[in-house]
C-alpha cells in the first residue's frame, strides 16, 4: 500500500494546512483510496536526520513511497486537486507494483 | 549565493564564523547584522528577539540581541566593537521573520563600527563557506532545510 510522508516543521506556516489537506481527503476518500499517512517533523533529529538521508531541502516536501521505493515526491505545499491527482497516480501505481509481486 | 550543506551565504555579505554573525556594509559608514542561515537553523523556530537599544554599545563578543527560540535563548554576539544605531523593531514583533529572511527583513541591528575598517577582516564567500562548513562539523549539524518561501 501507498505510504504518504509529509515533511514538516513547526516554524513551517505552509506545512500544516498540507498536513490536514491529506488528512481530509484520507477520510474523504476511505474506501477508494488507500493509503498510510504519516508526518516527519524536522524538529526531531530523527525528522531531520531523514530529510537529509532524502535529499530534502525544502519543507513542505510529500513523498509519496511504495515500501521503501520512491514513486513521487511534491516540493512545497500543493494545491489540494494537484495533492488528490498525485495521489491517485502513486495509489495506482503502488497497486500496480503489488500485484507485480503476486 | 555561495551554498555550503544548503545553507546559504549570500556573496555581498560578511560573515563572523565564530559569532554565526552576518554583515552588511551600508556604506556610510553603519553595518547592518544579523543571525546567519546557520544560526536560524540552530535556534529552529525563534520565538522572540531582543535587540539591544539605539545608542547602546557593543563590545566584540557581547550580546547585541537575546534570542528565543523553542530549543534554546541566548544571545546574538557583536563580531566587532561599536555602537548600536538602530535595532529592527520589526523582529520583536514577529521574530519568526528571521527564520524566513534571515539575510533580508530579518536584520537585526545597524552598528556603528569603532574601526570603520574592521569589515577587510570578516569572511566573504567561498572562504566563509569553508569556515561554517568546519563549524557545522564541529557542532553536529547536518545541514539547512528552508520552509517555503524562504527568502534567500
Avoid at chain 1, 477520510?27 to 531523514?50: N, P
Avoid at chain 2, 554583515?23 to 523556530?45: C, F, H, I, K, Y
Wanted: charged share 25%; net charge negative.
Amino acid at each position: 500500500m501507498l505510504t504518504v510522508r509529509i515533511f514538516t516543521h513547526p516554524a513551517c506556516a505552509g506545512c500544516g494546512p498540507v498536513v490536514k489537506g491529506a488528512w481530509e481527503l484520507q477520510e474523504a476518500a476511505k474506501g477508494e483510496l488507500a493509503f498510510h499517512l504519516e508526518t516527519v517533523t524536522l524538529a526531531e533529529k530523527d525528522g531531520l536526520s531523514e530529510a537529509f538521508a532524502r535529499g530534502i531541502k525544502t519543507i513542505p516536501t510529500v513523498v509519496f513511497l511504495d515500501g521503501d521505493k520512491e514513486i513521487d515526491r511534491i516540493v512545497g505545499a500543493p494545491e489540494p486537486g494537484e495533492l488528490r491527482k498525485r495521489l491517485t497516480i502513486a495509489a495506482s501505481a503502488a497497486e500496480q507494483g503489488s500485484e507485480n509481486l503476486t | 549565493m555561495t551554498v555550503v550543506n544548503n545553507c546559504t551565504l549570500p556573496d555581498d555579505l560578511y560573515f563572523s564564523v565564530e559569532d554565526n554573525v552576518w554583515m552588511r556594509d551600508l556604506g556610510n559608514g553603519t553595518v547592518e547584522l544579523g543571525m546567519t542561515d546557520v544560526a536560524q537553523t540552530m535556534a529552529g523556530s525563534i520565538i522572540h528577539c531582543r535587540p539591544k537599544k539605539a545608542g547602546s554599545s557593543a563590545k566584540k563578543g557581547k550580546s547585541i540581541a537575546t534570542v528565543e527560540s523553542g530549543k534554546w535563548v541566548g544571545p546574538v554576539k557583536a563580531p566587532f566593537d561599536g555602537e548600536i544605531v538602530e535595532r529592527n523593531e520589526e523582529v520583536e514583533k514577529d521574530a519568526k521573520i528571521i527564520n524566513r529572511s534571515p539575510y533580508k527583513n530579518g536584520w537585526i541591528v545597524r552598528m556603528k563600527p569603532a574601526d570603520p575598517n574592521v569589515l577587510a577582516s570578516m569572511k566573504k564567500g567561498a572562504e566563509a563557506a569553508e569556515g561554517f562548513d568546519a563549524y557545522m562539523k564541529a557542532n553536529g549539524v547536518q545541514g539547512c532545510i528552508h520552509c517555503e518561501g524562504y527568502e534567500e
